[in-house]
């Protein structure tokens, strides 16, 4: 598997962005679900030129989502998917996410 295919894009929410703030970086990526966390590391190497640590992957369950149609409610779900908390080593950063 190539490194832009693993790596699927990155997660920009509140708690993400809280952990890129500490002093030892960690990012969080949505990635393939068939990627292990050695890939995962080799990707976030060749694709952003950082040294990474370790690798988290948490498989993410989908949620419920309720859609109103004219006929009444209709009841869905949202795919699951995976994710992978990479931690770089200290004084790294990834400047393509950190906006730098």
């Known amino acids: ?6 790596i699927i894009e990155p997660v920009l929410t509140e708690k993400s962005n809280s952990m890129r703030e500490t002093e030892v970086k960690k990012y969080a990526f949505k ?7 050695i890939q995962i590391m080799q ?3 060749q694709l952003f030129s950082v040294k990474p640590v370790s690798c988290n992957v ?3 369950k989908g949620k419920p989502k309720f859609t109103r149609t004219k006929s009444g409610m209709r009841a869905g779900n949202t795919g699951p998917w995976k994710k992978a908390i ?3 080593a200290k004084g790294d950063a990834i400047d393509a996410i950190d906006g730098v």
């Open 1 to 6: 598997m190539r490194a832009d295919q693993v």
């Open 31 to 37: 990635v393939n679900p068939r990627a292990n966390k």
């Open 43 to 45: 990707a976030v190497e």
């Open 58 to 60: 948490v498989n993410v």
């Open 86 to 88: 990479v931690t770089l």
